[in-house]
C-alpha cells in the first residue's frame, strides 16, 4: 500500500496495545485500556421497550451492566451463542463520564500489539460498518484488524436507552 495511505493526524490509544475479537469472521479490536475483564455468557435478563441490538442485563458484582450484540449494532446479523461466544466488559466515554457496557462477540483472540507504522486510515468505502465507528484499519501479518473506536460506537442517546433498565434486573442474580 502507498505512504499516502498511512494513519496520519488520527488518535491512536497510546498503549498499542488491543483486544481483537471475531464478529462474522472479520477481526475486529478495542484499546486494552478501554477493556475491564471478559466474561462467559450468563443467562441475561431481557429488559422491555429497549432497543433490538440491546440483549438485555447482567448484575456484575452488584452493578447493572446493558449487554449489547454488536454484531446487530452493526447491522451483521445477530450474535449465534456457541462455547466461544463470550462478553467484553467495555469503558465507553461520553462527555468525559464513563459508563460499563458489555459487549457480545463470537469470540475473543488476544491482546496484540500494533506498531503506529502498520496503523492505516479507515477506507471511505467497502466498511461493512458505519466507518465513524473505526479509528484505523491495523496490519497484523497478512491480516487487517478494525480498530474500534468505542466511544462512538454507542451515541449517547443509545447509552441512556440500555442505562435505564436498572429498575427491572433482579438483584439476586450476581457475576
Known amino acids: 500500500m502507498n505512504e499516502e495511505h498511512k494513519l496520519q493526524n488520527i488518535h491512536v490509544d497510546e ?17 486494552i485500556s478501554r477493556v475491564k475483564e471478559v466474561l462467559e455468557v450468563p443467562n ?6 429497549t432497543p433490538e441490538f440491546m440483549s438485555g442485563v447482567i448484575n456484575l458484582r452488584g452493578q447493572v451492566v446493558p449487554i449489547v450484540d454488536l454484531k446487530l449494532q452493526f447491522n451483521m ?12 466488559i ?11 457496557v458489555g459487549a457480545l462477540a463470537d469470540s475473543v483472540q488476544e491482546v ?5 507504522k502498520h496503523m492505516l486510515s479507515t477506507p471511505d468505502m467497502g466498511l461493512r460498518i458505519d466507518p465513524n465507528f473505526v479509528t484505523a484499519m491495523g496490519k497484523l501479518n497478512d ?3 478494525i480498530i474500534l473506536n468505542i466511544d462512538n460506537v454507542f451515541s449517547e442517546q443509545e447509552i441512556s436507552l440500555i442505562q435505564r433498565p436498572s429498575r427491572y434486573i433482579d438483584d439476586s442474580y450476581e457475576n
Do not use: A, M, W
Open 15 to 31: 498503549t498499542d496495545q488491543y483486544l481483537t475479537f471475531i464478529l462474522e469472521n472479520e477481526i475486529f479490536s478495542v484499546p
Open 112 to 116: 496484540i500489539e500494533i506498531e503506529p
Open 77 to 88: 446479523g445477530k450474535i449465534s451463542h456457541c462455547v466461544d461466544t463470550c462478553i467484553i
Open 143 to 145: 491480516e487487517f484488524v
Open 44 to 49: 441475561l435478563t431481557k429488559v422491555p421497550h
Open 90 to 100: 467495555l469503558e465507553v466515554n461520553l462527555r468525559g463520564e464513563y459508563s460499563i
